[in-house]
């Protein structure tokens, strides 16, 4: 497991413990200290080191970039592990994750395993990917809606990231694994995790470079970057669709939303999102009409010369109303039952419990094919 370290205020003891609980002398701990010094980090895990010995591996990386890719790609390409994961400093894993993402992987000859992730010391579960609630194997890029998972966090066969050209993006703060799960997802040869152990995140951390403000074409650069793609723009056409339906769901939307629901959006951040719409609207014509009726209108607004911010933010406001037709109904009647329309979609998130599913019993899981 590969921990990138850029400031020893978070609690990465908390992550190496929780890796090393597992008595497996294979299952190690690759630190990258990522412009600090190795001797700083080496002094802050002394116990853990100690403790495990020939299970802790730390390297330096001195870039200058405040960015995870360069340290996450580094680890990657220094382990010298059969399986690798990447995992934020002050995240945790439960004690037998490894063990149980390493069985399916090893069971359906996997490229990646997708893992459950849960949320703090409540342990909310992150409801994505919306797959299929009966499949059980290999999932499907359209058919599992795996782009809706926009972090490679589980176990991922270190040879596959050199055989799929996987890269995350320099430099980039935030949204940097975009192009590195999509290529993964549509062309590996992916499975979920199953069992009850769970890759834990918090946000106890005093900084995170991810949750700097910035302007929104900063922010959405690596959309920008992904739809210019050669790659991404010869994918077929449903793999495009499903790809821009979550890119609208999730990046754009997410966007809007931390900025007051669109409230504090300002002229600059209008023009970017505009751009943005219409590469999307490009790359895969009819993803806006599986969206929400709300949702579909939001954008349809933010797309005028001068949007009406109130009417963005209603709109969007509109959209989490789930009980009312705007909320439900695709913005166009032929995509209802499309599996990236939005009755599907909002079914699939609602059962979708990755992992250890509420219907079917671990040993089922992963025995299936």
């Not at 359906?108 to 409540?122: C, L, S, W």
């Not at 499949?135 to 490679?152: E, H, I, N």
């Not at 109303?321 to 032929?334: C, F």
Request: aromatic share 6%; proline share 6%.
């Amino acid at each position: 497991m590969i921990i990138a370290v850029h400031d020893l205020r978070r609690n990465v003891v908390r992550a190496v413990e929780s890796i090393l609980s597992d008595p497996d002398p294979s299952i190690r701990v690759f630190i990258v200290a990522h412009n600090i010094p190795r001797s700083d980090v080496a002094q802050a895990l002394d116990d853990s080191i100690r403790a495990h010995p020939g299970r802790v591996r730390i390297e330096e990386l001195g870039d200058g970039i405040p960015s995870p890719s360069g340290p996450f790609m580094f680890g990657m390409q220094q382990s010298d592990a059969h399986y690798v994961g990447i995992m934020g400093s002050d995240d945790e894993l439960d004690s037998a994750a490894i063990a149980q993402w390493r069985e399916r992987a090893e069971c359906f000859r996997a490229d990646a395993v997708i893992a459950k992730v849960v949320r703090g010391t409540q342990r909310t579960l992150v409801r994505s990917p919306p797959k299929r609630l009966w499949r059980v194997g290999v999932l499907d890029f359209t058919k599992d809606r795996l782009s809706y998972r926009s972090a490679p966090l589980g176990l991922m066969r270190r040879a596959a990231v050199s055989e799929l050209h996987l890269e995350l993006l320099p430099g980039a703060r935030n949204g940097g694994d975009l192009p590195f799960v999509t290529r993964l997802w549509s062309r590996g040869r992916v499975v979920a995790a199953t069992g009850t152990a769970a890759y834990i995140e918090h946000a106890d951390a005093p900084v995170r470079v991810t949750h700097v403000a910035k302007p929104v074409a900063e922010e959405l650069e690596p959309v920008r970057l992904l739809l210019a793609d050669a790659d991404t723009a010869a994918m077929p056409s449903a793999n495009r669709h499903a790809l821009a339906t979550k890119l609208l769901r999730r990046n754009l939307t997410d966007s809007i939303r931390k900025r007051g629901g669109g409230l504090q959006l300002d002229a600059d951040d209008c023009a970017a999102m505009r751009l943005l719409l219409r590469a999307i609207s490009d790359f895969a014509p009819n993803a806006r009409g599986m969206l929400s009726i709300a949702q579909a209108r939001m954008f349809d607004e933010l797309e005028s010369p001068s949007p009406d911010l109130q009417r963005v933010f209603d709109l969007d406001a509109a959209s989490l109303r789930y009980r009312t037709l705007d909320a439900l109904r695709p913005a166009r009647w032929r995509f209802v039952l499309h599996s990236q329309g939005q009755p599907r979609f909002m079914i699939a998130t609602s059962l979708i419990k990755v992992g250890a599913s509420r219907f079917f019993p671990p040993n089922f899981l992963s025995q299936r094919g």
